[in-house]
């Protein structure tokens, strides 16, 4: 013990000075997005290499599990077309918009914290950029928020900042959906009025009105719903398709049309 004080004595004004400096560069990066964004974005690259590695390490000794339940997705994700190389631009219908398709996989899934963050292996080096949608063969699962060369992190539909645009399937009322940060299987659609005729069971699925993910992808079903305290909307409770606590594989979707969209609603309104 006394060492330890002796050390501490020692080298006191060093010791001093490296606490400040990092209370220095947490002020710096809390309060200047600049800042924040690229301390972000190498945690992203840091963090990303660490989870890789144990990723590699286990899916190593679950190959042959992990390659049929692939196969088995593949099959089931019926809005996409993959070719050879796991990309490719496809519609739905000949009235909805383009979308470049690229397949991942989470090396890192956090699903417990009001932020929920999940982290996978593709970045910029793959064309990968913030604001695009990421999806499962089940649904929804969020979308990009930062990257690095070589990954990126996705804000989860499980976090209390999600707010994703939504329908009920039958009818094609819109809402928005979020999350109350208390169950990992359950989201809440919003702003439905309450002369929309719901049924317990009935298909949530996305509105499509965002440019982010296409429209009609599957999200969860109706669980149960009451009327907020205006009585004027409902608060529906949807049970997910997705098992949030079980993800590997991911497809990355990317509107081509989205840079144009966003250039035109900006003119509209500088012009208003």
Known sequence: ???????????????????LMIISLGFTIQSHSYHQSHFFNSSSWVAGNIYETSFGITSYFDLA???????EENKKL???????NGSTVSKLDSTQMAYVVNSGQVIKNSYAD???????????????????????SEGILGIIENTSSNFATVQSILNEN??????????????????????YNEVQL??????VPLVIGDTIVTGGMSSIFPENVLIGTIKKFDLNDSKSFWNIE????????????????SNTDRKEIIALQEETKSND
């Open 1 to 19: 013990m006394q060492q330890i004080i002796n050390f501490i004595l020692r080298y006191r004004n060093f010791i001093l000075y490296v606490f």
């Open 65 to 71: 599990t992990e390659n049929k339940k692939l196969v």
């Open 78 to 84: 019926q809005i996409l077309l993959l070719n050879e």
């Open 114 to 136: 009001p932020r929920n963050y999940i982290t996978i292996n593709k970045g910029e080096s793959d064309r990968i950029k913030q604001d695009m949608g990421v999806i499962t």
């Open 162 to 183: 999600s707010n994703i645009n939504a329908k009920l399937k039958n009818t094609n009322n819109f809402g928005s959906l979020k999350w109350n940060a208390r169950t």
């Open 190 to 195: 919003v702003d439905i009025p309450r002369l």
């Open 238 to 253: 949807v049970a997910l398709f997705n098992d949030m606590t079980n993800i590997k594989n991911v497809y990355i979707v």
